[in-house]
């Protein structure tokens, strides 16, 4: 069984992390001890409908999830064409980390996965009995037969092996511990709980990794789409209910919703949990910028961690606070820099003179509290048009209400 120490990690300094009274000092709540990232862009992240990565898209990604320290990187789909299997054989070739090629329980997929060099396969059935009769066309027998085939092949030639019993959240509970403990008794190291169809919710999601945990001794890993906006929530109830990775994606992109995203998961991690995952997060805004980049696929301006939003006040109640101390009405627990993130104060319709006199001294202005309240009158009008104040627009108010520069003030 992979050792989870076996990967080398950049030491770094510890932050500080304030916590506030509340929600965090609730002593009731899991803990959580081993946090690792199973990062999936290159694989269910492509599957994005309309979004395919070329080999130079996926080299460029997986060296800078190479570069934070991500713990796996699932490579792509070896046997799907030559393209994939040479761009999965170069990236196991090129990265330090531990790389997984993805393999249904068939010796032609195994094979091309041994081939490309990669130090895990992840092989997967289907489990759920609507996937089992109208995807595999198997019976529940044959998927567990050749299932523990898979794991037996796999593991006989000298590499870490993952199960993923695909549709375990719509599977018959008892016969998923039933295919669960038969690969274990033939060796997986892993077993992945897929919510392929993203109908877990958090408290039955760990109620199911508990009851796999109690009947393996292999480690668990959960798979969490966002069908219905839970994959965030779903990976970190797996993780408070005993597993010990979870398989991610960049900006939560994959299949239909996508997945858990990768930002979220290890931000509330870090932040909420207080748990050192080894990941570089000050590169997250870098890779989820790459990653918007190479599959085309925008990043909402509300997005949690990685959106233009995230970090940005307008109302004037919120930015006087954030101006005084950005505790005030950010996490705290989080903050821009963290994530290699920057704070912005933004001009508006709700705008208060906190943050137009900050701006403008920002700007290198020196206003006086009547020239300032007149500029925020300025702003919010401007902005009650549904007009966007930038930095060019606030120096044209300034200049038309008076207000001098610094420099005109000392001289």
């Known amino acids: 069984m992979q050792c989870l120490t076996d990967i080398p990690r950049k ?20 803990e ?19 979004t395919s990565f070329s080999y130079e898209d996926k080299r460029e990604i997986a060296a800078a999830l190479d570069e934070m320290g991500t713990h796996v990187i699932e490579a792509g789909f070896p046997v799907n ?32 996965a041994l081939d490309a060099g990669v130090e895990m396969i992840h092989v997967f059935a289907s489990t759920s009995d609507i996937q089992l009769e109208d995807s595999m066309h198997a019976t529940r027998a044959e ?18 092996v993952m199960y993923s ?11 998923l511990i039933e295919v669960v403990e038969a690969v274990s008794d033939a060796g997986t190291d892993w077993i992945n709980i897929p919510d392929t169809c993203g109908v877990a919710t958090p408290t039955r999601m760990a109620k199911l990794v508990s009851d796999v945990v109690a009947h393996t001794d292999a480690y668990v890993d959960v798979h969490a789409h966002d069908d219905f906006g839970l994959a965030t929530a779903n990976a970190i109830a797996g993780f408070e209910a005993g597993a010990h990775q979870a398989q991610v994606s960049v900006n939560g992109i994959g299949e239909r919703a996508g997945n ?69 009405f950010e996490p705290g627990v989080m903050t821009p820099e963290m994530v290699g993130a920057t704070r912005e104060l933004v001009m ?4 208060g003179t906190h943050s137009v006199r900050k701006r403008l001294q920002d700007e290198g202005f020196d206003p006086t509290e009547e020239q300032v309240r007149a500029v925020t009158r ?34």
Do not use: W
């Not at 030491?11 to 899991?30: I, S, Y």
């Open 348 to 351: 508006g319709k709700h705008t």
């Open 11 to 30: 030491r770094r300094l510890r932050r500080r992390v304030e916590f506030f009274e509340g929600t965090l000092t609730n002593t009731t709540a899991p």
């Open 378 to 411: 300025k702003v919010k009008d401007f902005g009650a048009e549904k007009q966007q104040v930038t930095d060019d627009v606030l120096t044209r108010f300034a200049n038309e209400v008076g207000v001098k520069e610094k420099s005109e003030v000392k001289a």
């Open 260 to 328: 858990a995203a990768y930002e979220e998961v290890v931000m509330s991690a870090e932040s909420l949990f207080g748990v050192d995952t080894g990941i570089d997060t000050t590169q997250i805004m870098k890779i989820a910028k790459i990653v918007e980049q190479c599959s085309d696929v925008p990043i909402p301006a509300n997005k949690p961690v990685v959106g233009k939003n995230a970090f940005a006040h307008e109302s004037g109640i919120h930015a006087a606070g954030v101006i005084e101390n950005a505790s005030t």
């Open 81 to 112: 064409s030559d393209a994939e299997f040479e761009a999965v054989r170069d990236i196991a070739e090129s990265t330090r980390t531990t790389t997984c090629g993805l393999a249904r329980v068939v010796d032609k997929d195994i094979e091309a």
């Open 32 to 50: 959580i001890d081993t946090v690792r990232i199973f990062d999936t862009t290159l694989r269910d992240g492509e599957q994005t409908p309309r």
């Open 143 to 160: 998927a567990k037969q050749r299932s523990v085939e898979a794991v037996r092949r796999a593991k006989e030639a000298g590499v870490t």
């Open 165 to 175: 019993p695909m549709d375990a959240t719509r599977t018959n509970h008892e016969f």
